[in-house]
């Protein structure tokens, strides 16, 4: 497992998420609407900007939409 750790800026949010190449899963570690997405969903939903916008700049699917800036990720021994 190799994450890349990623910063997302968007006008009205900002988050945090851990994005697994490899496996292509995304996690979210901290994201300023997770209180409102958890009380409504219980989870983060997949079509979340941020989420989109860390596979967009993880994948090279497209440019994302928001500010995206990688962050260093501790290794795991």
């Given amino acids: ?3 890349i750790r ?3 800026k968007l006008r009205r949010r900002e988050g945090i998420v851990d994005v697994d190449t490899e496996s292509k899963s995304v996690m979210v ?5 997770m209180e409102n997405c958890s009380s ?3 989870f983060c939903q997949p079509f979340c900007e941020i989420i989109v916008a860390a596979k967009d700049y993880a994948f090279k699917r497209r440019k994302p939409k928001a500010e995206v800036m990688e962050l260093e990720c501790a290794k795991l021994n």
């Fill in 29 to 33: 570690l901290e994201c300023s609407l």
């Fill in 6 to 8: 990623l910063k997302i």
């Fill in 40 to 42: 409504l969903y219980g």
């Fill in 1 to 3: 497992m190799n994450p």
